[in-house]
Nanobody, 121 residues
């Protein structure tokens, strides 16, 4: 069964980098597209990035375009989110989700446990 967990968050300063990881103890990521979402205090959840089933297609929110990159390692069954040049507005709980269509554009059927990213100015 699906058990998604995000890790790698922490407290950093403006301009720092973090690498988040999403792991799944159930379904293999090779069968799904995977997306990263985030939710800041008092705000709705926001799409961050996604990667298609094969890893060939990637999608990014405009707010993080050219700063974040998503990748997947099927051998490790892990999806990564490399976050560079972090800004205070990136502060949020980050979590991953699965897209069973395999395209990376939703709908997202399974949601995981998040990891907190806090960026101080």
């Amino acid at each position: 069964q699906v058990h998604l967990v995000a890790s790698g968050g922490g407290l950093v300063q403006v301009g720092d980098s973090l690498r988040l990881a999403c792991t799944d103890s159930g379904p293999a990521f090779s069968n799904y597209a995977v997306a990263w979402f985030r939710q800041a205090p008092g705000k709705e959840h926001e799409f961050v990035a996604s990667i298609s089933k094969s890893g060939g297609n990637r999608y990014y929110a405009n707010s993080i375009k050219d700063r974040f990159s998503i990748s997947k390692d099927h051998a490790e069954n892990t999806v990564y989110l490399q976050m560079n040049n972090l800004k205070p507005e990136d502060t949020a709980l980050y979590y991953c989700a699965l897209d069973t269509t395999g395209r990376g554009m939703g709908p997202y059927d399974f949601w995981g446990l998040g990891t907190q990213v806090t960026v101080s100015s």
